[in-house]
């Protein structure tokens, strides 16, 4: 934990840069912050703090020594220029549990110790184990590559004797589950190492709790309920707590601390109850409309055992707690003999459901009829809801007391003490989440107390029927889903630094006022390669209008060369293709590498901006050498036979395919084909069937033209528009020798001699190609 004392009055907010072991300096984004074990905050002092999690991606790390350093850049209005900070932690943690598991504001980390799933044995991380993939269990199984978990914002990282899993809080693969009453977010894993001639798996879970369901207050306390033994986590039943801490802002506090504070904690056979006054010390109240609000951030850090393995667990969450704190405002004037309290400001979705007196309760209306006159007031700009009661004096429901003159509200509390306990509301907003990976954003919308009272918006659009089918909106009448890709024409593309970031701004309206009942905006890192470089010279690069350029009409966009327009354009992208000794490419060989750099440029206007490629460039001298014959048997390269199949599967699942009697097909254009290809008969499992080349023609006879290219040199065709998505094979009861299978999922198109040819929607294909241009490796 650092924090940066406030010194000026000037500055704004920080931004947070890391500085790795090469010396460069990388900027802390939310995305890299919870890929990375970061999280910060601005107390209310003003002062910054910034938790780091010891196994940062960017700490010196000796398993029991860490060291970080952050450079926090700070700048404002009244400053000169920006200043900057160093910021350098060393710290010694040689106390290790078995399992480590934190949950902090932005992220889940789970630290496991080497062992793997038979009998848990400790197995050395040793170099020349690598991952090579990661099984998520959501709490459906779905494997990954090492690498395409990381591109899905998953941090993975290993030292010889330790695993280190990190995930957003709102990644994919996370899932909720209910624990003894208390909703939590899960992250269920187990990670594949391989080397030759053994494979090692290591299991690593977190599962952090959310404030819905596991908060409750009345005006004076906070209660905070933790399950005692979180199910997710746990592989046996005879689980045993050893230690249980509570903290505040990540610090252990002690026993006559906790007192001292007012905090309580009870520890039942089901729950760990945190019990914390409202206003206590640690705490802070704000004047955040519509509610006054108090936040506080307690910590509760436990250590477990599980059986006879004395493997220890030791769990430690960060929980920011804000609750809201409505006003009372006492108007009452004596002589009227009548009790004024306005009550507010209170958002849309709370509604008063009745009100407790001494001798009965009374709902809102029978309060009306009794003459109590209880009704419901808006702001000017019909944003806030208030409340105002008027109760009679000589009501016989109003308790008449020597010691406390009732219409002095604010300075006896007697009515201030009645509301706070005496009036029901419920208070139920809809909730929006979301998350992103390599392709699409991810948004769910819970309802709130209403249901699903409200439109929604998709960037400018309203979410209508066919919107929502073209989304894969999902709806079980307590939330709904939608699915939007990077690309779709809702989504903004918007420049942060030097990268390019999609965002996708999702609003829930009012349809009777027009007001905003939720605002929500979703930014990620935009994943598509937008330089590619090819072997052959070939280069190629997408220009993408960004939400700062509106005017911007990517068909206008040129390469250095006027005449090197792009190859395909629309409102929002540009797509160019050219070679390297073409369009007025500029060259340069730096070190080993050779720099291509390119400009675009709108026509008739200034160059824009640039970008770059590169090649390894090698010189090549003279050896000599001295041949040696070695007496060791060796390989000799010979012909023959080998029978190879080409099979189109129903589904990608590969389970199941067509028959002869099946063909020829009729497919919708656009609809996916899933083939295999295998390797028969061969039983060698060092044997590796590569697929060179692919083709699509209009006749049976794979020479004829028109021709289409799927695959090239084992590659996809760069310019197809629809690439060819290749599917991994795993062994199963019908697949001994996954390096004996290839599939690929390319989708049906028409070749297409006019314009008047597009009009068809349905492709009638035969898709028994013959199996040609494959290459065995062995």
Not at 156 to 184: C, D, F, H
Not at 476 to 497: K, L
Not at 591 to 608: A, D, S
Request: proline share 5%; aromatic share 12%; net charge neutral.
């Amino acid at each position: 934990i650092m924090r940066l004392k406030k010194k000026k009055k000037s500055y704004n907010f920080f931004l947070t840069y890391v500085s790795s072991l090469d010396n460069s300096v990388i900027l802390v984004t939310p995305r890299l912050a919870s890929y990375c074990g970061f999280s910060m905050k601005i107390d209310p002092l003003g002062d910054a703090i910034v938790y780091a999690s010891l196994q940062n991606c960017f700490a010196l790390n000796e398993d029991k020594v860490f060291k970080t350093v952050l450079n926090l850049r700070l700048y404002g209005n009244q400053m000169v220029e920006d200043e900057l900070y160093q910021v350098a932690e060393t710290c010694y943690y040689t106390d290790w549990a078995a399992r480590e598991i934190i949950c902090d504001r932005n992220y889940m980390e789970a630290s496991e110790r080497s062992r793997t799933f038979r009998g848990h044995v400790p197995v050395y991380l040793t170099s020349d184990l690598c991952i090579t993939k990661v099984v998520f269990f959501t709490p459906e199984e779905r494997i990954m590559e090492v690498t395409e978990a990381q591109r899905a914002g998953y941090e993975i990282a290993n030292t010889p004797t330790r695993l280190t899993l990190r995930s957003s809080k709102t990644a994919p693969e996370t899932y909720i589950q209910q624990v003894k009453g208390v909703n939590m977010i899960v992250l269920k894993t187990s990670t594949v190492f391989e080397k030759k001639w053994q494979m090692t798996q290591i299991d690593a879970a977190a599962a952090c709790p959310i404030q819905q369901g596991s908060i409750s207050f009345t005006p004076y306390t906070i209660i905070w309920f933790l399950p005692k033994f979180i199910e997710p986590l746990i592989s046996t039943n005879q689980p045993r707590l050893l230690e249980v801490f509570v903290g505040i802002d990540g610090h252990r506090l002690s026993p006559a601390e906790i007192a001292a504070r007012g905090y309580a904690i009870t520890v039942t056979d089901l729950h760990i109850i945190v019990h914390i006054p409202v206003g206590a010390v640690g705490g802070y109240f704000k004047d955040d409309q519509p509610f006054k609000t108090y936040t506080i951030e307690p910590m509760l850090e436990l250590l477990w055992t599980e059986g006879t393995t004395l493997e220890n667990t030791r769990y430690k969450v960060l929980f920011p707690i804000t609750i809201p704190v409505p006003q009372i405002v006492d108007n009452t004037v004596a002589k009227e003999r009548i009790f004024k309290v306005l009550l507010g400001p209170f958002g849309d979705d709370v509604a008063l459901i009745n009100i407790t007196f001494p001798s009965g309760v009374l709902s809102a209306a029978d309060c009306n009829v009794r003459g109590f006159n209880v009704q419901e007031h808006r702001s000017h700009n019909g944003s806030l809801k208030f409340l105002t009661l008027q109760v009679p004096f000589t009501d016989r429901l109003v308790l008449q007391m020597q010691t406390c003159q009732f219409y002095f509200i604010g300075k006896l509390s007697c009515m201030y003490l009645w509301f706070f306990t005496c009036l029901s509301f419920s208070a139920v907003s809809p909730f929006i989440s979301g998350s992103c990976d390599h392709a699409n954003f991810y948004v769910l919308v819970k309802y709130g107390t209403h249901g699903a009272q409200f439109q929604t918006l998709l960037g400018k659009r309203t979410l209508s029927p066919d919107l929502a089918q073209q989304y894969n909106a999902r709806e079980n009448g307590t939330h709904f889903s939608v699915t939007v890709p990077f690309s779709a024409p809702d989504v903004v593309f918007e420049v942060r630094g030097s990268s390019i970031r999609s965002r996708l701004d999702v609003t829930l309206r009012n349809p009777q006022t027009g007001r905003h009942v939720k605002d929500f905006a979703l930014t990620c890192q935009f994943y598509s390669t937008l330089t590619e470089c090819f072997p052959n010279g070939t280069i190629t690069t997408v220009a993408v209008k960004v939400e700062s350029v509106p005017s911007l009409n990517p068909g206008q966009l040129t390469l250095r060369d006027p005449n090197c327009g792009p190859r395909f354009s629309d409102d929002r992208f540009a797509y160019f293709v050219f070679t390297a000794n073409s369009c007025g490419t500029k060259r340069k060989v730096l070190l080993n590498t050779l720099l291509l750099r390119h400009i675009l440029k709108v026509r008739g206007f200034h160059e824009c901006f640039f970008f770059f490629s590169s090649y390894l460039y090698w010189r090549f001298i003279m050896l000599t050498y001295h041949q040696m014959f070695l007496s060791q048997p060796y390989a000799e390269a010979a012909k023959g036979k080998l029978q190879i199949a080409m099979r189109l599967a129903l589904d990608d699942t590969y389970s199941a395919f067509h028959q002869d009697e099946d063909y020829p097909l009729t497919k919708f254009l656009q609809e996916p084909l899933y083939f295999e290809v295998e390797l028969m008969t061969l039983t060698n499992p060092h044997v590796s069937l590569e697929l060179e080349n692919c083709w699509a023609t209009v006749d049976k006879d794979g020479t004829s033209q028109p021709r289409w290219n799927l695959i090239i040199n084992g590659c996809v065709n760069p310019v197809d528009p629809h690439q060819v998505v290749f599917h991994s094979v795993w062994v199963d009861a019908r697949v001994k020798y996954p390096s004996h299978h290839k599939r690929f999922e390319v989708r049906t198109f028409s070749f297409m001699k006019d314009q008047d040819t597009m009009s068809p929607q349905v492709l009638s294909t035969n898709v028994r190609a013959q199996v040609s241009n494959m290459r065995l490796v062995g």
